[in-house]
């Protein structure tokens, strides 16, 4: 699925381990599973919502700060909503060089553990009502199926959205 060079471009090595790491220290219910399993046993209209990690670059007027969204992967960010909540100038994606220069993380990898890079999270309200997520999980082709009173309780994530 995922070539070598493409592995070994992005550090995803170390990056899964500290998620793994994350979730045994917090003891936090969460399952890592091979992504091609979830969509086999769970087809991808399953129930439980899928996220998807965005960076984020906030611009203020005294400069620029990144965060990351998890957002519905089937969806649009609301950069409006995000904008507003974060009380900034300007918001948008992140480019692919932010992206790896804030994580070392492929983009569509990055697992929603901000404390893992620095960065605090945000989660769009489209997932904040659901029990549990399955969520990148930093490794390609992996993803990671965690409560989500766990990511919100243990990342002190900010809801964003109606």
Same mark, same amino acid.
């Given at each position: 699925?995922?070539? =070598?060079?493409?592995? !070994?471009?992005?550090?995803?090595?170390?990056?899964?381990?500290? @998620?793994?790491?994350?979730?045994?220290?917090?003891?936090?219910?969460?399952?890592? &599973?091979?992504?091609?399993?979830?969509?086999?046993?769970?087809?991808?209209?399953?129930?439980?919502? !899928?996220?998807?990690?965005? @960076?984020?670059?906030? /611009?203020?007027? #005294?400069?620029?700060?990144? +965060?990351?969204? &998890?957002?519905?992967?089937?969806?649009?960010?609301?950069?409006? /909503?995000?904008?507003?909540? $974060?009380?900034?100038?300007?918001?948008?994606?992140? /480019? $692919? #060089?932010?992206?790896?220069?804030?994580?070392?993380?492929?983009?569509?990898?990055?697992?929603?553990?901000?404390? &893992? +890079?620095? $960065?605090?999270? $945000?989660? =769009?309200?489209?997932?904040? !009502?659901? /029990?549990?997520? +399955? @969520?990148?999980? #930093?490794?390609?082709? +992996?993803?990671?199926?965690?409560?989500?009173?766990?990511?919100?309780?243990?990342?002190?994530?900010?809801?964003?959205?109606?």
């Amino acid at each position: 699925m995922y070539t =070598d060079a493409l592995c !070994r471009r992005y550090e995803w090595k170390p990056i899964a381990e500290a @998620v793994r790491r994350w979730i045994k220290d917090r003891g936090c219910g969460c399952v890592e &599973l091979p992504v091609e399993t979830v969509d086999a046993e769970f087809g991808t209209d399953h129930m439980t919502p !899928r996220g998807s990690t965005l @960076v984020v670059n906030a /611009s203020y007027a #005294g400069g620029t700060r990144y +965060f990351l969204l &998890l957002k519905p992967a089937n969806a649009r960010a609301d950069m409006s /909503s995000v904008r507003h909540a $974060l009380g900034a100038d300007a918001a948008r994606a992140a /480019s $692919l #060089g932010e992206v790896h220069r804030s994580t070392r993380c492929r983009p569509g990898c990055v697992p929603p553990i901000g404390s &893992l +890079f620095e $960065l605090p999270l $945000l989660i =769009d309200a489209r997932l904040a !009502r659901a /029990s549990e997520l +399955f @969520v990148p999980s #930093g490794q390609p082709g +992996f993803t990671t199926l965690v409560r989500t009173r766990d990511l919100v309780r243990t990342e002190l994530a900010q809801i964003v959205g109606n």
